[in-house]
Each structure stands twice: as C-alpha cells, then as structure tokens.
C-alpha cells in the first residue's frame, strides 16, 4: 500500500497515517515536552533549598552569689583523759557536752577528770580545758575576734569563767581579738563556787561567737 500510489484511498490513508504518525509524534512531543517542563519545574526549587542543616541559638544568663562564711567547732584537746582535760560530748560538732562531775568544800569531790583547786578559804574552782576550732570559706579575712556569754544568771556565789575572764548573761564577753584560722584555740572553763551555796547540780549554757576581722 505504501509503495503503490495508485488509489486516491491509499494516499489518502498514507496521508492519514502520515499526519497520525506526524500527529502522534507531535503529540508526543508535547506530551514529552510538557512532562520534561513539569520535572524541571519541581527540581528547580529542590535545588535552591540550601544544602546545610539548620541551626538555631539561644543565650542563659546565670548569676551566682559567692558567700564568705566562717565555722565554729568544739574538740576534744590532745591530753583528753588526764587531769584537767575532761572529753567533750559530741565532740567536733559545734553543740558539745561537758560534765564536770561534781564537788564539795572542802575538797570532797568526785572530780575524775577536771581539776579541783581551792582558791581562797571560802572558794573552790573546778576546771576544763578544750580546743576551739574555727575555720573560713571564700573570706580574705586574716583572722577572727572571739566572744562568750552565759544564758542565765548563775546562782549567789557562783562565778563562770573562761581563761579568767569572768562570763556574764547580759552581753559578750571578749576572749581573744585576733586569732588564727585554722589552728586549734585551747580555753579552759572554770567554774567557781563559794562554800555556802546550797547542795543543787550547776547548768549552764555558753554561748561562743566567732566574728572575722
């Protein structure tokens, strides 16, 4: 059919197939054309995206205060146990316990481990000694002042004493004024009681205040 121009049919049909094959072909073209146009218009954005992972920051703002504090703290002194040495309860805390035992005039005493002297004909001490220990954090303070005070007022004729320095209920008393951080302080308590105070047992609170120079 195709190599016969003979009938008008065939070139008809020739044509006809000419222009469906050019018809297909360019209906193919633009099928592939617009299929082509559709693939590069979705790649085209894919390809400017950025090619990094995203990134985001933020900011803290801290604030911290730095405290100086100073530490106050009872031990037992190293000759403990011999005359003159009594231990402390709860030693190496800062709330203690001290028990002198207990005396009489003149010198009948059950004191084991205090010294009992008699002072005067008509006084009598019995006495204790133990370390104090004060320590400092974030402080350039070069040493500390050092206080005690009773919490209530000892009975007629009896007298508290550090060091011989005599402690009221009504304010500090000072007992040193520059001491060193860190290195034991030895103070000794003494107790002083007249001949004719009544048969009672003798409590006492001592507060001590440690204050950085």
């Not at 007992?175 to 003798?202: E, F």
Request: glycine share 6%; net charge positive; charged share 10%.
């Amino acid at each position: 059919m195709y190599l016969t121009p003979v009938s008008p049919i065939g070139f008809a049909v020739r044509k006809s197939r000419k222009r469906m094959l050019r018809g297909s072909m360019q209906g193919e073209g633009k099928f592939a054309g617009a299929r082509l146009w559709v693939a590069l218009f979705w790649l085209l954005p894919m390809l400017t995206l950025p090619a990094r992972a995203q990134a985001a920051s933020a900011q803290l703002n801290i604030t911290l205060s730095v405290q100086s504090s100073i530490t106050l703290v009872f031990n037992n002194n190293p000759s403990v146990g011999t005359p003159g040495f009594c231990p402390l309860s709860n030693a190496g805390t800062s709330n203690v316990g001290l028990d002198l035992g207990s005396a009489a005039f003149p010198g009948n005493t059950n004191v084991t481990c205090g010294n009992y002297t008699h002072l005067t004909a008509s006084f009598y001490q019995v006495s204790s000694a133990f370390d104090v220990l004060v320590t400092k954090s974030n402080s350039s303070s070069p040493s500390y002042r050092l206080e005690a005070q009773i919490s209530s007022a000892p009975p007629q004729g009896v007298i508290w004493l550090i060091d011989n320095i005599t402690l009221s209920n009504t304010a500090f008393s000072p007992l040193n004024t520059a001491s060193n951080y860190g290195q034991p302080l030895t103070k000794t308590l003494q107790v002083q009681v007249r001949n004719n105070v009544p048969a009672q047992i003798l409590q006492e609170t001592i507060t001590f205040l440690a204050t950085a120079n």
